[in-house]
């Protein structure tokens, strides 16, 4: 059973910055991408960046490039994405996902068919 548990979402305010996490409940290098994506309300979900499990960002949405970095942790079973020069419209629930297979790390991670339960970030 594949769980994901996102932290670090909050309230901050426009031009801050924000460092989610996602701990997954096995062992990471098992999942061949791993990603974010973000959903506000009354939008459709939207993919923010993907990681391989070699570690290579392969995705990140044209909204958020040059303002997001996602990353692998130390340790093998945790996710980070850094958020900086946050605007109000980056205000969304931000769900950690993950896929096994290789061939989707190139892809949006809205289609990962693993995925949290979101962590709240509030740009105000």
């Known amino acids: 059973h594949v769980q994901l548990v996102e932290s670090g979402g909050g309230v901050v305010q426009p031009g801050g910055s924000l460092r989610l996490s996602c701990a997954a409940s096995k062992y990471t290098a098992s999942y061949a991408c791993m990603g974010w994506f973000r959903q506000a309300p009354g939008k459709e979900r939207e993919g923010v960046a993907a990681?391989?499990?070699?570690?290579?960002?392969?995705y990140y949405g044209d909204s958020v490039k040059g303002r997001v970095t996602i990353s692998r942790g130390n340790g093998k079973n945790t996710l980070s994405l850094q958020m900086s020069s946050l605007k109000p419209e980056d205000t969304a629930m931000y769900f950690c996902?993950?896929?096994?297979?290789?061939?989707?790390?190139?892809?949006?991670?809205?289609?990962?068919?693993?995925r949290g339960q979101g962590t709240q970030v509030t740009v105000s």
């Open positions: 996902a993950a896929d096994r297979n290789a061939y989707s790390c190139s892809g949006d991670p809205t289609n990962f068919p693993y």
């Open positions: 990681i391989s499990s070699g570690g290579i960002a392969t």
